[in-house]
Nanobody, 120 residues
């Protein structure tokens, strides 16, 4: 069973930085892609950034230019570097990984989430 464990959340002032980590229990080569999503109070979960097994990245407009997603295959870990944080970035951030099984079905895995709070 795949487990994703996030860390690195916390309280930071506007303009500050945080780096989130997502450690997978197995090799991340198994995943087609990994990424970060977030859910702000009263809002639906939304995409933040993704990175494929080949290293291609995709960002939501909200974090483009401020956030950087990266991966360390040797450590089976994906990172999200967040700079110039804004109060509207306050949310629970979730790590996601997905792969395709032998029946061509997409299987999603989620971490438990880590709280990011940005004060103004």
């Amino acid at each position: 069973q795949v487990q994703l464990v996030e860390s690195g959340g916390g309280l930071v002032q506007a303009g500050g930085s945080l780096r989130l980590s997502c450690a997978a229990s197995g090799t991340i080569y198994l995943f087609n892609a990994m990424g970060w999503y977030r859910r702000a109070p009263g809002k639906q979960r939304e995409l933040v950034a993704t990175i494929t097994s080949g290293g291609f990245t995709n960002y939501a407009d909200s974090g483009n230019g401020r956030f950087t997603i990266s991966r360390d295959n040797a450590k089976s870990t994906v990172y999200l570097q967040m700079n110039s944080l804004k109060p509207e970035d306050t949310a629970i951030y979730y790590c996601n990984a997905h792969k395709t099984d032998s029946m061509a079905r997409t299987i999603n895995y989620w971490g438990q989430g880590t709280q990011v709070t940005v004060s103004s």
